[in-house]
């Protein structure tokens, strides 16, 4: 009996290890982006999809300088974008 009671408390320990895992990863897909060096010198922004997006230091900053314009556009152009909302 004492091994079965072992066994139980063990499949109980890991059944609150997957779980206290899966809030974990949960947490960690809604708190945002994260940001990388690579090997080459450019910076990648994970987070945004499937894929890191990399541009080198000059391209993020001309970015950085077009975002008021590239907002504008977006909501100007929203009704004709595919939103992640959006159903299928």
Not at 10 to 15: F, I, P, V
Not at 50 to 64: A, G, M, N
């Amino acid at each position: 009996m004492a091994d079965e009671n072992k066994a139980s408390q063990s499949k109980e320990e890991l059944m609150a290890r997957i779980a206290e895992l899966e809030k974990q990863a949960g947490a960690k897909k809604r708190t945002g982006l994260e940001f990388r060096v690579g090997e080459k010198g450019g910076v990648s922004v994970y987070g945004l999809g499937r894929f890191p997006v990399t541009l080198y230091y000059e391209q993020w900053i001309r970015l950085l300088e077009a975002a008021e314009g590239l907002r504008t556009y977006l909501e100007e152009n929203k009704g004709s974008l595919k939103l992640k909302d959006q159903q299928k």
